[in-house]
């Protein structure tokens, strides 16, 4: 199979290129390269793909996917039988710095992937959406049938309209759709910006930790291990264009998910963790909620459970080990 995996340099994308070349798939690999955080890792990232792949199977282009004109330059007549569309502006609270830079990859982006898939003729879509469309959302577990009319942030509002731009493209044009709502991923090669590494860089250091809310936030933290198994699962189950009703309430071949660990934790557990992993106590700078944030995350995964088989099991412990060892590692610390 041939697949399109946008954001290949990304965290979840790196993971993704290799799972499926490492199962013998081909992959076409995009990436912007941007510098919302350092492009080494991300490079550093594409050699680590790059090692599992055999020869011919891998191919990268560095490519900008919300301008379409370089992008149907850059793949030119390359047959493309399935794509992952993980490429987006990530970050809540950048999203309140740089809001243009949302509109332009997260919603004119995805328009040019849905407008590639419909003229290569793709058999499946899967694309990333995110737990933060739930936004004020009160009521625990966040489940797909819950309604997302009230985001708290423009990255979520991004998230939600890529949802409704993919239902209008599965309904017009009939093209098989999954959309992920990811519930903050971690693991080996994540992303700067995130909590496991901002924390264990800062108490590795000796730095204080910024703890939002006082520390009262819970999160599903999801080992990238268990996303992949459950986006590649998806990926493989396209949906039938059968006029049933679809997880997320679509009569088109479209369905959402959410994929999660079902397990929330409190902040102060990862923190504990991660200083048990250092060997080191973190130095804590209790901070109010940031602009954005929500309190809670928790994912319904009954959905994608009773349709793909999707059972997490890295718990957080084993997790955040395997993370700090790979940090340290990495950064020679």
Request: glycine share 8%; hydrophobic share 40%; with cysteine.
């Amino acid at each position: 199979m041939k697949v399109l995996v946008t954001g290949a340099a990304g965290f979840i994308g790196s993971h993704v290129c290799r799972f499926l070349l490492n199962r013998g798939d081909q992959v076409v690999g995009i990436d912007s390269l941007n510098s919302y955080y350092q492009v080494s890792l991300k490079k550093d990232r594409l050699s680590w793909i790059e090692k599992s792949a055999g020869a011919g199977a891998f191919c990268f282009e560095h490519v900008d996917f919300a301008d379409e004109v370089e992008l149907e330059e850059a793949l030119g007549r390359r047959a493309i039988d399935r794509i992952v569309h993980l490429g987006a502006q990530a970050g809540v609270r950048y999203s309140i710095e740089r809001p243009r830079e949302y509109a332009r990859s997260n919603l004119i982006g995805h328009l040019n992937i849905l407008e590639l898939a419909r003229a290569r003729g793709v058999t499946h879509l899967v694309y990333a959406s995110s737990s933060s469309v739930y936004g004020a959302n009160k009521a625990l577990p966040f489940r797909v049938e819950d309604r997302v009319d009230w985001p708290v942030s423009l990255y979520a509002a991004t998230k939600r309209s890529d949802e409704l731009m993919s239902e209008t493209y599965s309904h017009l044009y009939r093209i098989p759709q999954t959309g992920l709502r990811f519930f903050t991923v971690y693991g080996p090669w994540g992303r700067p910006d995130m909590a496991a590494w901002l924390f264990t860089d800062a108490i590795l250091a000796g730095r204080p930790i910024k703890v939002f809310n006082n520390g009262h936030m819970m999160r599903d933290f999801t080992f990238i291990d268990d996303i992949v198994a459950g986006l590649v699962a998806a990926l493989d189950n396209p949906p039938l264009d059968d006029g049933a009703v679809k997880p997320g309430g679509s009569y088109s071949p479209h369905k959402l998910y959410n994929i999660g660990n079902n397990t929330p934790e409190q902040l102060g557990r990862l923190i504990e963790l991660i200083e048990q992993a250092c060997g080191k106590a973190a130095i804590k700078d209790f901070q109010p909620m940031q602009p954005g944030d929500v309190p809670a995350t928790y994912a319904d995964l009954t959905a994608i459970s009773a349709d793909l088989g999707f059972a997490p099991s890295t718990s957080i412990d084993i997790g955040i080990a395997s993370f700090v060892d790979w940090f340290r590692s990495y950064h020679g610390r």
